[in-house]
């Protein structure tokens, strides 16, 4: 099994829906991590949390809402998908050394 | 400004030739630095650290130069293999953790 599995792989939704990524690790990391990517964009954070009870905006976190309901899940809401939401979705974990992330396999997402 | 920019490329090169990319970053408060690869939709995977006094890890060798602030990634012999695209990403002092990802460059090896 992977260090880092999300779920779903692949989702297309329509305008409005609310729907939710979900991620969870075997890691025993305590730091997680959502990131959105786009061409010609790179990686940008959306919300990060070091512990269950420690959650932070990323630099891209409006329309989007995250639960770490332990220390190894963390899932990301989108409360109202809009197409400018669709985009590759990445979560990652690290340790306290910061020593690199690992990265889930990704949800590509599409809001039509 | 980007605070970490790159090259987008491509870099298209033949088997075994040598390329190199360089990244800058704009916070000279830069702590920690990688190298990830990411093949075509697929996950990034780190490739190596980069260390002040430059390391090297077989066909690949990282630099690292603080003063210009930029980072530098060379792979000699090229394989069909390293066709990906290789993202620079950088952390810094107060965001312990918390990488920042250049938008990446793009190498494509040919026969």
């Known amino acids: 099994d992977a260090d880092v599995t999300q779920t779903p792989r692949n989702r297309i939704t329509k305008t409005g829906k609310r729907i939710m990524l979900e991620c969870s690790q075997t890691k025993g990391h305590d730091r997680m991590y959502w990131y959105r990517q786009d061409p010609g964009l790179g990686l940008r954070l959306i919300y990060y949390?070091?512990?269950?009870?420690?959650?932070n905006k990323g630099e891209i976190s409006d329309g989007y809402s995250v639960s770490r309901q332990a220390q190894a899940k963390f899932s990301l809401s989108l409360e109202s998908a809009i197409p400018n939401q669709t985009a590759l979705y990445f979560c990652?974990?690290?340790?306290?050394?910061?020593?690199?992330?690992?990265f889930g396999s990704g949800t590509r997402l599409t809001v039509v | 400004r980007k605070e970490v920019e790159q090259d987008p490329g491509p870099f298209n090169v033949p088997e075994g030739a040598t390329v190199a990319f360089n990244c800058t970053y704009s916070?000279?408060?830069?702590?920690?630095f990688f190298w990830y690869r990411q093949d075509c939709r697929k996950e990034p995977k780190l490739l190596m650290s980069?260390?002040?006094s430059g390391n090297e890890d077989g066909r690949f060798t990282a630099q690292l130069n603080r003063a210009s602030q930029y980072i530098s990634l060379l792979i000699r012999d090229s394989k069909l293999s390293d066709s990906a695209t290789y993202l620079c990403v950088v952390s810094w002092s107060g965001t312990a953790s918390k990488l920042t990802f250049g938008t990446g460059t793009r190498l494509q090896v040919t026969l």
């Open positions: 990652a974990t690290s340790d306290s050394s910061a020593y690199g992330y690992t």
């Open positions: 949390s070091f512990d269950v009870k420690d959650i």
């Open positions: 916070n000279s408060a830069s702590q920690s």
């Open positions: 980069v260390y002040s």
